[in-house]
């Protein structure tokens, strides 16, 4: 009994690892993509807001909405005009959908063997039944469902 217990342990610790590994590869993606925005757009510290969109990606709901007040706050006290906090959160728009309907399905798909259909629906139905929980443990639940879900590895010669 303590060898399938310890066996099930390490598969499902497995299975969050690789999660974590792509979360965090979502994150440095994020990061990416608002430093290139950010300095196309010539929004001073650039850099920090980057490193800070990179690191609120790991909170669901509210990590996009904390990341994109800092570029604004910039924005508007440094008295630019409108067009260019419309390009702000034009930008802003365009990095969530990016990150929520192409980055983390697809690195889930690659590092965690989620099918991208899964990882879109079941986080928005785990959030419909428990708003903010089911939304933040909707992805590496399935990271551990599909783990278990894979066929066991042949061992050669055995």
Not at 14 to 33: D, G, Q, R, Y
Not at 59 to 69: L, M
Not at 118 to 125: G, H, L
Request: hydrophobic content about 60%; glycine content about 8%; overall charge positive.
């Amino acid at each position: 009994m303590p060898n399938d217990f310890s066996t099930h342990a390490r598969t499902a610790g497995n299975a969050l690892f690789n999660w974590w590994k792509a979360v965090t590869l979502e994150a440095l993606c994020v990061a990416v993509l608002w430093w290139i925005g950010l300095m196309l757009l010539h929004v001073a510290w650039a850099p920090v807001w980057a490193l800070i969109g990179g690191l609120m990606t790991f909170i669901p709901n509210f990590g996009g909405v904390i990341t994109v007040i800092f570029p604004v706050l910039v924005i508007l006290f440094s008295g630019h005009d409108m067009y260019r906090l419309g390009l702000v959160l034009g930008l802003y728009a365009v990095i969530v959908v990016v990150d929520q309907l192409v980055l983390q399905p697809m690195l889930l798909k690659r590092v965690s063997r989620i099918p991208i259909w899964a990882s879109i629906v079941v986080p928005i139905a785990l959030g419909i039944i428990i708003p903010f929980w089911g939304v933040l443990l909707g992805p590496p639940l399935l990271a551990v469902i599909y783990a278990f879900r894979k066929p066991p590895t042949q061992i050669p010669g055995g």
